[in-house]
């Protein structure tokens, strides 16, 4: 089993930043991929993010492509995403996921709670 928990959501304004943790426990952290997905109200689960076991692949979405990072530091179990220039179209609930190998669809084996992220035009 692996544990996740978000957290960083926030309310920000338009063109603002923010930057969500993903903080893992129990397997080993660095056996698993990390893929970060949202929902927005009334719209179903979409890819955001995700980077391989190492940390030496990424993958976005095209919708935030140059707006957002992801890293993770296996030394503290934890992955980020720096999301900047932040559009109200980013309002939504993001989820982190893992599984063994990183992909942009939903399928991914653990997912953690969410954590909220609104931002105000």
């Known amino acids: 089993q692996v544990q996740l928990v978000e957290s960083g959501g926030g309310l920000v304004q338009a063109g603002g930043s923010l930057r969500l943790s993903c903080a893992a426990s129990?397997?080993?952290?660095?056996?698993?991929?990390v893929g970060w997905v949202r929902q927005a109200p009334g719209k179903e689960r979409e890819f955001v993010a995700a980077?391989?076991?190492?940390?030496?692949?990424?993958y976005y979405a095209d919708s935030v492509k140059g707006r957002f990072t992801i890293s993770r530091d296996n030394a503290k179990n934890t992955v980020y995403l720096q999301m900047n220039t932040l559009k109200p179209e980013d309002t939504a609930v993001y989820y982190c996921?893992?599984?063994?190998?990183?992909?942009?669809?939903?399928?991914?084996?653990?997912w953690g709670q969410g954590t909220q992220v609104t931002v105000s035009s």
């Open positions: 996921a893992a599984d063994v190998i990183a992909t942009m669809s939903l399928r991914y084996e653990y």
């Open positions: 129990g397997r080993t952290f660095s056996n698993y991929a």
């Open positions: 980077i391989s076991r190492s940390g030496g692949r990424t």
